[in-house]
């Protein structure tokens, strides 16, 4: 097949339909029905587990193995990202890792918090959260190399909504399966199916884009013990270059604080409203927290939408400042809140805002990216300023949830680094400026 041209329509669908492919990982598994099938697996009075020779907090055990992942794709993506770029062959290593994402979700068909399973089923947890989040480190380099500067907004967008459709499309079949059940472990068993239609999924979808998007300029290196580390000198030459252009030093200090809080509310906050939230039983939680995740899925595409105009009107700086403001009130109103009621409000704010600031976030480091061929490591150092907030945000969430025994103190701290993201963006300049501090 002929390469297609950069711009494309077809190229850019092909590759906004990996999102279609990969966010039913980041709905059912991260958001939605594992949490769920996580915490129905310890009694109500019961809410510990021996891990690791240690007693842990459900829920902070979850977060601590969550925040472990993001430390190893942080580590290992630049060495990756180096080494695809020198055989230049990047899409090998997005179909690895979603291989090895599709696999880590069908292995959560057999979970089981026993001593004697924990530690499998925490690995098969694992491999679908590096896979999901170590293939986007490829699959977010290919942006600038698919769509110009004009374009890469919208598809940026359009790829965030195609994902929000595709993945609420296989969560009502999994609802369905869920909810046809009437015994408790009946309906335990398809959320097992469940974790198991996510991998398929995943591995099925994903082969469009890898039949359409381009394998990479294959330059016949080979892989040797001398260019393991080339990622990693990457980074550093990255950074150096970064350094002396003031707005994109800045965005990615102010990108850093924000992305952190904003991720780790995504990855926490079902737990949050099955821990927190007065549902009445055990069947109107597990409706409740679906419907929840729902409506967030049904409002973000109409608010990464909203977020792609409103920066084209207003620019991308303003509309970032704008959207963390509402993250920073949900965090507050967070706090108090405690009926269902309550919860459905707070979840429609969320995916207003929820789909918007990560798309305007990426394409925005997109359009103030220097003129390079080398647009792997520069997101590849993208990926790991977001992995490392998250490594942070949620080490910092699961002890305050550890010690104080208590989500909704975890959940409030993340209110500074929301205010401190907006101090941050209203110091990037408008223009490219040779650094000078």
């Not at 942080?74 to 090895?100: E, H, M, Q, R």
């Not at 609420?168 to 309906?187: I, P």
């Not at 002890?399 to 110091?427: E, P």
Request: net charge positive.
């Amino acid at each position: 097949m002929n390469q297609l041209k950069k711009g494309s329509k077809k190229l850019l669908n092909a590759w906004a339909f990996y999102d279609w492919a990969n966010s039913v990982y980041t709905l059912t598994i991260a958001s939605s029905i594992f949490p769920i099938f996580y915490s129905s697996l310890f009694l109500s009075e019961i809410k510990n587990v021996q891990a690791f020779g240690m007693e842990f907090k459900s829920t902070a055990l979850i977060t601590f193995v969550t925040a472990f992942t993001f430390l190893v794709v942080a580590f290992t993506s630049p060495i990756l990202s180096g080494i695809a770029d020198y055989v230049g062959n990047k899409k090998n290593f997005l179909k690895f890792f979603c291989y090895v994402g599709s696999a880590g979700c069908v292995g959560l068909y057999w979970f089981d918090i026993s001593p004697d399973g924990i530690h499998l089923s925490l690995l098969f947890y694992f491999m679908g959260l590096i896979g999901y989040w170590g293939s986007l480190v490829f699959y977010n380099s290919y942006l600038p190399d698919i769509a110009y500067e004009d374009q890469q907004d919208a598809i940026s967008a359009k790829g965030f909504s195609m994902g929000y459709i595709g993945s609420v499309l296989l969560l009502l079949v999994n609802l369905f399966m869920v909810m046809s059940q009437d015994e408790g472990a009946a309906k335990m068993q398809m959320m097992r199916y469940s974790f198991v239609t996510v991998g398929i999924w995943w591995a099925l979808f994903s082969q469009y884009s890898f039949y359409y998007l381009p394998k990479g300029t294959s330059f016949g290196h080979k892989v040797t013990r001398a260019i393991v580390f080339n990622g990693l000198k990457e980074l550093r030459q990255v950074w150096k270059q970064l350094k002396q252009d003031l707005r994109l030093k800045r965005y990615l200090y102010a990108f850093f604080v924000f992305s952190m809080a904003v991720q780790t509310i995504m990855l926490v906050a079902v737990y949050f409203g099955e821990e927190e939230i007065d549902w009445g039983g055990d069947s109107e939680k597990t409706m409740g927290l679906i419907i929840s995740i729902l409506v967030i899925q049904i409002v973000a595409v109409f608010g990464a939408i909203l977020t792609s105009r409103a920066s084209n009107k207003y620019g991308n700086i303003k509309t970032l400042i704008a959207v963390n403001c509402v993250w920073m009130c949900l965090c507050f109103y967070a706090y108090f809140m405690k009926s269902p009621m309550q919860f459905y409000i707070a979840a429609s704010i969320v995916g207003l805002v929820m789909g918007g600031i990560q798309a305007l976030a990426r394409s925005t480091y997109s359009k103030f990216l220097p003129e390079t061929d080398d647009t792997t490591s520069y997101f590849s150092f993208y990926d790991v300023a977001e992995k490392i907030g998250i490594v942070f945000g949620m080490v910092i969430f699961a002890t305050i949830d550890q010690v104080t025994g208590s989500m909704r103190n975890a959940i409030l701290f993340l209110f500074v680094f929301f205010l401190l993201g907006i101090i941050l963006l209203f110091r990037v300049p408008k223009h490219r400026t040779v650094a000078s501090d």
